[in-house]
């Protein structure tokens, strides 16, 4: 991986990675991100253009990023860490490679739920794992809670991905928080007894196979509904119309929520200015980028959503610190084995 230079006008300029292991700059802030290069590529460019600032970007798999930085040790030339999930956060934070950064700026911006404890990283968007169903199907009325889906009424009609995946984890995670560990399994058991088929693929694949009819109901992240309703492919923006969010557990603790956010790395170089660029991401204005163009939720109180998520109405959310969902994250892995989830 090389990093890729980001400056005003979109101009972007291959550099080696070497040139950064052992200087800094004032101007300039390198990036590890597990986001995809278009949906970043656009707030960094407005960050550069507000502030002067470079940002030189690394794009890679969440767990592979990790893994460099814990090889790289000190001698890493990243400043910060963008990534998917609060377990992925946490698990950063575990392996000693990120460091506490507070600011005012970011503790009146983001929630404190969506925040480290200790200040080691903070949440930038916010993504919610609903019950999506399909319309022609399903009665919504017989819908109500993340805990009704391991009801044998519900036997065959459920789709969901490996409980390898850090999405499914966290959502365990937080039924852990809520139910205690011994509730949970039996859940599990119970939801794994009522899948369709054997989990395979990612979110956009359950989506499609509730669509499709493979079964009734599928458990996903907003944002890959949203991608896929304004796709300009037109068989996913048809397998997007067949199915309906659906918020579970509004009378309870509120439907799971997770984030993507932002960790500081032990061995930055570029200290102030990355800090800059995390305050620059939890302003008004960015969080209202993120929201359109990305399908996700404002992390921050009072930004508007985009037209697609306002279709899908307001819904109650979790309040849960997720820290808590790293702190689960071993328990919820043995529980998923130990309930079959393949």
Same mark, same amino acid.
Request: aromatic share 8%; net charge neutral; hydrophobic share 40%.
């Given at each position: 991986m090389t990093f890729k230079r980001f400056a005003l006008g979109g101009f972007a300029a291959l550099i080696a990675l070497s040139g950064f292991a052992g200087s800094a700059a004032a101007d300039e802030v390198n990036l590890y991100s597990a986001r995809k290069e278009e949906l970043i590529k656009p707030l960094l460019d407005r960050f550069t253009a507000d502030t002067g600032i470079t940002v030189n970007l690394v794009t890679g798999k969440a767990d592979a990023l990790l893994k460099r930085l814990e090889s790289e040790g000190m001698n890493s030339p990243a400043d910060l860490l963008l990534t998917t999930d609060a377990g992925r956060l946490f698990r950063a934070k575990a392996a000693g490679v990120t460091q506490a950064f507070v600011t005012d700026a970011i503790s009146e911006n983001i929630p404190e739920q969506y925040r480290d404890p200790q200040g080691h990283w903070v949440g930038l968007s916010l993504r919610a794992r609903p019950i999506l169903y399909a319309k022609d199907r399903v009665d919504p009325?017989?819908?109500?809670?993340?805990?009704?889906?391991?009801?044998?009424?519900?036997?065959?009609?459920?789709?969901?991905?490996?409980?390898?995946?850090?999405?499914?984890?966290?959502?365990?995670?937080?039924?852990?928080?809520?139910?205690?560990?011994?509730?949970?399994?039996?859940?599990?058991?119970?939801?794994?007894?009522?899948?369709?088929?054997?989990?395979?693929?990612?979110?956009?694949?359950?989506?499609?196979?509730?669509?499709?009819?493979?079964?009734?109901?599928?458990? #996903?992240? %907003?944002?890959? !509904? $949203?991608?896929?309703?304004?796709?300009?492919?037109? *068989?996913? @923006?048809?397998?997007?119309?067949?199915?309906?969010?659906?918020?579970?557990?509004?009378?309870?603790?509120?439907?799971?929520?997770?984030?993507?956010?932002?960790?500081?790395?032990?061995?930055?170089?570029?200290?102030?200015?990355?800090?800059?660029?995390?305050?620059?991401?939890?302003?008004?204005?960015?969080?209202?980028?993120?929201?359109?163009?990305?399908?996700?939720?404002?992390?921050?109180?009072?930004?508007?959503?985009?037209?697609?998520?306002?279709?899908?109405?307001?819904?109650? #959310?979790? %309040?849960?610190? !997720? $820290?808590?969902?790293?702190?689960?994250?071993?328990? *919820?892995? @043995?529980?998923?084995?130990?309930?079959?989830?393949?």
């Open positions: 009325t017989m819908l109500s809670t993340y805990e009704d889906l391991a009801d044998p009424k519900w036997k065959g009609k459920i789709c969901i991905r490996s409980s390898s995946n850090i999405y499914n984890q966290s959502l365990i995670a937080s039924l852990i928080e809520a139910l205690g560990a011994e509730e949970t399994e039996k859940w599990a058991t119970g939801l794994v007894a009522n899948f369709a088929r054997p989990p395979k693929g990612g979110d956009r694949d359950q989506i499609k196979a509730a669509a499709a009819g493979q079964c009734d109901i599928a458990i #996903a992240n %907003t944002y890959y !509904l $949203a991608g896929m309703a304004t796709s300009k492919d037109e *068989a996913q @923006r048809e397998a997007a119309a067949k199915v309906v969010v659906f918020w579970p557990n509004q009378d309870g603790r509120g439907t799971h929520v997770n984030v993507s956010g932002a960790a500081l790395t032990k061995a930055a170089k570029n200290t102030e200015a990355a800090i800059k660029l995390v305050e620059f991401m939890t302003t008004a204005e960015s969080q209202a980028w993120y929201s359109e163009a990305n399908g996700e939720y404002p992390v921050r109180a009072g930004v508007a959503k985009s037209q697609t998520l306002q279709a899908w109405g307001d819904f109650k #959310a979790d %309040t849960l610190s !997720l $820290a808590k969902l790293g702190e689960n994250n071993g328990d *919820a892995v @043995r529980l998923m084995d130990r309930a079959g989830w393949k």
